[in-house]
């Protein structure tokens, strides 16, 4: 999950970077510079940006001209009036921030996120995930994935039969997978159903590919494993 900040008043950004902060320590923050160098086409990751009264309606603008319409992307005004939440159902965006009861209305703010993301997560443990090619959609189980193998900023998703490649990383892919899968190592995630047999130094998949287990993965698959016997 990232959090991008563009605010023309500082102090405004500092404080609501403390929040973020304080909420979500773990999440990436970053500048709207960044953010528009990025592909978005994640349907997992959500994206929150942050912006203030005097750029919202720019910000949103520029949003709509690139075809950034993700439901994963989020565009939060902070205004000192709640005049300006009209401009934002005008543009589509439905959160914003007052400075006055920032720290309240971050608070509620944050509920509403927690909850969306655990139901996201619901729907889609033992579901399936959609990739996409220039000619069409497969329908994907998570029980028919064996493994997923990093390759730079692609991905390739392994079955029994064939494999997918996809133009997203393997953390961006798999944030909402089940439990069944877990990292043996900085390129590979498997699916522990479909494991044959391990040891100390890999395991071998029920289509006899085997795949090294990196040494501070060791104790974590021996955990899943017995956690999922």
């Not at 960044?34 to 086409?41: A, E, I, M, P, Y």
């Not at 994963?72 to 009209?86: K, Q, R, V, W």
């Amino acid at each position: 999950m990232t959090f991008f900040i563009h605010f023309t008043n500082q102090l405004h950004a500092t404080k609501v970077r403390n929040l973020v902060c304080a909420y979500y320590p773990n999440t990436k923050l970053q500048s709207i510079e960044k953010f528009k160098l990025v592909n978005h086409d994640s349907n997992n990751e959500k994206i929150y940006i942050f912006t203030d009264n005097h750029n919202f309606n720019t910000i949103a603008s520029e949003l709509k001209l690139n075809g950034i319409n993700s439901k994963n992307i989020f565009l939060i005004m902070i205004s000192e009036s709640n005049d300006y939440a009209i401009d934002c159902l005008r543009n589509g965006f439905y959160e914003y921030l007052l400075l006055n009861k920032l720290q309240t209305d971050f608070k509620l703010f944050s509920d509403r996120l927690n909850a969306q993301l655990l139901l996201d997560s619901k729907r889609n443990i033992n579901n399936y995930i959609l990739i996409k090619d220039h000619k069409s959609t497969t329908k994907l189980h998570y029980t028919d994935i064996l493994f997923i193998e990093a390759h730079g900023s692609y991905s390739n998703v392994f079955t029994s039969t064939k494999f997918f490649t996809v133009t997203k990383t393997i953390k961006s892919l798999i944030q909402n997978f089940p439990e069944s899968f877990i990292r043996v190592h900085r390129s590979y995630l498997i699916n522990l159903g479909h494991v044959k047999s391990y040891c100390s130094e890999e395991v071998i998949m029920n289509n006899e590919t085997k795949i090294k287990i990196a040494r501070t993965k060791k104790l974590a698959l021996i955990e899943a494993i017995q956690k999922t016997a």
